[in-house]
């Protein structure tokens, strides 16, 4: 049996949807979102009209009925353009929803996963903590049973979407215990009055928009507890795992936009009478640089094929995501070096990419954190 590394028809047409759409549409967008700080809602209707909000979900559910692959070209494409932009559809698309394909009863679906397939409703995903760091179990944001529903106290941090969402998706200890099944998630909607929303200003993704949260006596109702059931924690590992593949596909897309555009600047700018690329020093960076891309492309849908195939593991979702992560931030960085003074102007797009590039060697599991899962796959205890 063969070996086969080509897209197919369909991978190729979503790819086309995507880049007319990021030129001809969106582009137009990102700056004013960058420099603002402001992501534009509309943006999610339009996704939604294109059926890219729904990529990885079957056709039954109301979803495009594509796979993983898929998935990946879109964030890909959307992370080539701007990561702020593909931050804020992956936090909705994936982590904001996913669960409650997944996990939530019919009633939660008609009600939140329905309208958020089609745009009319905003999602994110309330996970990580001012005290927690990578360590999920440490949660300290804890949900009390109440007649009627819950109450739930506690903070969340770094979460994206949470200023402009319809509802989130938020993790809370249901039970003092430090075990899996006392984490549990609930939808909560927004405004709710004990969720009190800070706007955080950032270095990277600007154009996403992320949030400080501060969850004071917030009463969810018992309909909203995804599942109607308490321990959904390995949902929630699930979740990262599949989105690690996710990242890495935007971590790809920003990779390529930074080496495309250094490799422009190399063939336009000339210096002693010759083109910038045509000195060694820069001809090499720009090889080096388009032999890292190359290895993290194929890694990337290497690892959507798994998740396709359903053999996707956690030490291989690790390993996509630190090679592809660490590839756009070197590229990043050396497309900065090429440029020279002009990488820091704001014109050019480099700066904006390694500010970008930075955000995903910590976020979705640092690198660290990556080499820990890869490292306890080959016996050791770090």
Known sequence: MGLDFSFTQEHEAVRDTLRRLCQQ???????????????????????????????????????????????????????????????????????????????????????????????????GFGLSEPDGGSNVRAMKTHAKKVEGGWILNGSKLYITNAPIADFLLVAARTDPALKSESISLFIVELPNPGFDIHKLKKEGIRASETALIHIADAFVPDDCLLGERTGTYPVILESLSENRVG????????????????????????????????????????????AQIEAAKW???????????????????ARVKLIASETALSVSEQAIRIHGGAGIMREYPVGRIHRDALVYVIGEGTSEVQRNIIARELGYKP
């Open 299 to 317: 890694l990337v849908y290497y690892g959507a094929w798994r998740v396709d195939q359903g053999t996707l593991d956690a030490p291989t979702a």
């Open 25 to 123: 549409e969106m582009s137009a967008w990102v700056t004013d979102a960058e420099e603002n700080e402001c992501f534009p809602r509309q943006a999610f209707k339009r996704w939604g009209e294109l059926g890219l909000l729904g990529v990885r979900y079957p056709e039954a559910d109301g979803g495009s009925g594509m796979d993983k692959i898929s998935d990946c070209i879109v964030r890909e494409e959307l992370s080539y353009m701007s990561q702020g932009f593909a931050s804020a559809w992956s936090a909705h698309s994936h982590l904001g929803i996913w669960p409650i394909w997944k996990a939530g009863t019919p009633e939660q679906k008609e009600r939140f996963f329905k309208p958020a397939l089609a745009g009319d409703k905003i999602a």
């Open 247 to 290: 990242v890495a596909a935007n971590a790809l897309g920003m990779a390529r936009a930074a080496f495309d555009a250094a490799n422009s600047f190399a063939q336009d700018r000339i210096v002693a009478g010759k083109r910038v690329g045509d000195y060694q020093a820069i001809a090499h960076k720009l090889a080096d640089m388009s």
